[in-house]
């Protein structure tokens, strides 16, 4: 099966941390994806932007319970993408400051 670019960029992470940070955007994608595949992603989807690097990092689901039942959330992936100081910016997130 192959993966397109919408299949590796799941969502963008809107945060205070991540919002406070030039040049650096969040985004969940699957456990699959590399490094490579985001980085390819994100200049795909986004015209005129450059990646200077991609940051992972797998984050463990939160336990939550109902009663005395017990479970956890699904355990997903995170990406840190760092542009060039050249790069434009991602219009998505511009409007959100």
């Known amino acids: 099966m192959q ?3 919408y299949d590796v960029i799941v969502k963008p992470l809107i ?3 991540t919002m406070a940070q030039e040049n650096l ?3 969940k994608v699957p456990t699959w994806a590399n490094k490579i595949q985001i980085k390819q992603a994100i200049e795909t989807l986004f015209k005129g932007v450059k990646v200077q690097s991609v940051h992972t990092m797998n984050m463990q ?3 939550k319970r109902q009663g005395k039942y017990v479970g956890r959330r699904a355990s997903w992936k995170k990406a840190l993408v760092k542009l060039t100081p050249t790069s434009k910016s991602i219009e998505f997130f511009d409007g959100l400051n």
Do not use: I, R
């Open 3 to 5: 993966s397109t670019v």
């Open 15 to 17: 945060t205070e941390k």
């Open 25 to 27: 955007y969040a985004f």
């Open 61 to 63: 689901g939160k336990l």
